[in-house]
């Protein structure tokens, strides 16, 4: 039963808020330059005195600050299974912290944002790395006093990031919970998403990525979209789900001069997904997110990947999800194996591929407490 | 060493030709009609007085006929070690055929074939299935005065045209070659089709399929073609191979004006591979042979994939490559268990995936040699 207070708030949920705050100029590490950088962010629960249990939570490409319910934002989040009153991180005892990436389109300083000149910056947004997004963060972790996470976790690029985090700065991250990621992007992940690129950038609409006051460039962020969305899923999934069944009453063998008309089912459901994120993504904003999360490298200039992860002695929880093809669990045991906290392998046993981390993580809930001493 | 006879013919080589021939109208499947429709095939040997030691073989998607070398043209073909003198498909003995299936651009008629108006198909050209390029070759086969085809044999969407044969005209096949192939297409392979066909379609220069006269939507064929490609070979295969390496002397961390400058090693290979396609591949005929490869289901009005492939109880060879994740080893094992030949599914052990059955067949040559008894 959900409980409400007499103001219709409901009082099972943690306390919670928005925020935006700007963290200051950023030289990127690729030698751009944003004058200010915003970024919002989504908290739950209450920082201690001493500042010691925050956890910091990063979302994947397209996710955002909504980890989970709270007071002021009741829609359940991506990972409400897992933040939460006596949830894994649970927020009576943990003050949660979930900022939106640099870089992207959900409250932080993106493409869409206004440049000095007053227009969107469009083409002119830098190149992003990992490293740029955890060096706003680290300002952010500043501003609020915390000097040093509990732990910082998350899946597919959030996992990235918050390896990112423990690699560059150990001393400011006790622990680091990595679902579904791995210590680089692969050659494949990089594959997918230069096609997914040049879809968008192949777009009349896009404009070279200044396409703001006009129509978006929706048909190749579409496209991008429905590659991406295949390799987060397995084929047995889509095999068991869709097969070849036909979309409704629309007929793939119908035609009219010349042209198919019908959809088969797995087409309909891609094309929703697409008219989805189109939605609610700004273009410009996946292609940063999307080269970003192709940068992500933690042995980058740190000598390999092996010497780059010993820099991190904390606390390690990491975990595959079974079917995933997109983040094989072969990667996320080469990333367990180079960490010197030694951790194991938790699978998740789901059928959906890379998704798995967004819909089964709570298998994994209970070892993520015991591997962070959450 | 190469054999030359005083002309400088190769007389190491078969005898062979290219050939064209009219097979009439074809009124499709879904309810297209093609007033004329032209098929290009070569041929390797030499038919005997009973038209009886014919072999069929068929291309995939991007194939053409020249499935090996022979003394007119003595290029290499795409199964040169399957096929010649003293090969599995010895063609001292038997007399090979190799078409290019309507809707190709290799020869036959295609999108980029004149319509009755002179002015090319383009975007009347109709949605053709492997059953209507079966019904042109049957017509080839009637002409060359084979009334039965000793095997018929393919790869990938070559295998499906080779298992259509089959089941659709079981008196006219003795044995059936199916390599890295299936009974019907997947909802993956759907999936990852309708995002070519869709970045195709996107590319301005497209025009709705009437670009002829004009430039061709080299770009949209060109991203089209890298998903495919992908999809052709295993995250293993790159990884190995490409890993996170910069292309030369490009760097994917130069950046000006806000745009990534370098490339990754394994974008620089997608673009030679798009690169190649664009040059020699109508974009058209990719879009329909996509589409025909997509509709193949040998189910389709013969109550259920089981039922289907009973029709057909001659031989049969079954292969799938081991790394394929687009045409899955699960699949050709549910395949050869319907079979009434029962055939074992030999593996080829293979890092590239798909791409496999064109690399790396010539480890299944002995074993379709014997199951097909050739």
Redesign the interface.
């Known amino acids: 039963m959900t409980a409400v207070d007499v103001r219709g708030t409901r009082t099972d949920l943690p306390a919670g808020g928005f925020h935006r705050l700007c963290v200051g100029p950023l030289d990127t ?4 330059h944003l004058p200010a950088v915003e970024l919002a962010y989504e908290t739950w629960g209450t920082l201690n005195a001493e500042g010691t249990n925050a956890v910091l939570v990063l979302h994947a490409l397209t996710g955002d600050t909504h980890v989970a319910a709270h007071r002021q934002d009741p829609r359940t989040g991506w990972w409400d299974e897992l933040v939460g009153p006596g949830r894994a991180v649970d927020t009576d005892r943990w003050f949660v912290v979930a900022p939106n990436m640099v870089g992207g389109c959900s409250g932080s300083t993106g493409p869409a944002s206004p440049a000095p000149d007053g227009r969107p ?1 469009g ?5 992003i ?1 990992l490293r740029d997004a955890v060096e706003a963060e680290a300002r952010l972790a500043d501003h609020l006093g915390i000097a040093r996470w509990h732990a910082a976790i998350g899946g597919s690029m959030g996992g990235a990031r918050a390896l990112e985090w423990a690699v560059s700065r150990p001393d400011r991250v006790a622990g680091v919970g990595v679902l579904a990621s791995t210590a ?5 992940q ?3 998403a ?2 997914q690129a ?2 968008i950038r ?3 609409q896009f404009r070279g990525g200044d396409y703001y006051g006009g129509p978006q460039p929706e ?2 962020l ?2 991008a979209r ?2 991406a969305h ?1 390799t987060y899923r397995s ?1 047995e999934e ?2 068991v ?4 069944r036909h979309q409704g009453e629309e007929d ?4 009219a ?4 008309l019908g959809r ?4 309909s459901y ?1 094309d929703h997904q697409a008219s989805k994120l189109v939605g609610r993504f700004d273009a410009n904003a996946y292609l940063t997110l999307t ?1 970003a999360l ?2 992500h ?1 933690v042995s980058r200039g740190r000598g390999g990947v092996a010497e780059a992860l010993r820099r991190f002695t904390g606390r390690a929880f990491v975990a595959a999800v079974e079917t995933d ?1 997109l983040y ?1 669990p072969a990667e996320s045991h080469e990333l367990a194996a180079l960490l010197p906290a030694r951790p194991q392998v938790h699978m998740i046993d789901s059928p959906l591929g890379h998704d798995g981390f967004l819909v089964h993580y709570g298998q994994v809930a209970e070892q993520l407490r015991q591997d962070l001493a959450l």
Not at 184 to 188: D, G, T
């Open positions: 590490e690729t030698g751009g910056w083409s002119r947004f830098p190149f790395t680089h992007s692969s050659a494949e990089i594959a997918f230069q096609s040049q879809a192949l777009d009349p048909a190749g579409g496209i429905r590659i295949i084929a889509l095999a789900r869709f097969g070849r793939p063998f119908g035609t001069a010349g042209e198919r088969y089912q797995v087409e891609l080269e192709m940068s490298d093809r094989l």
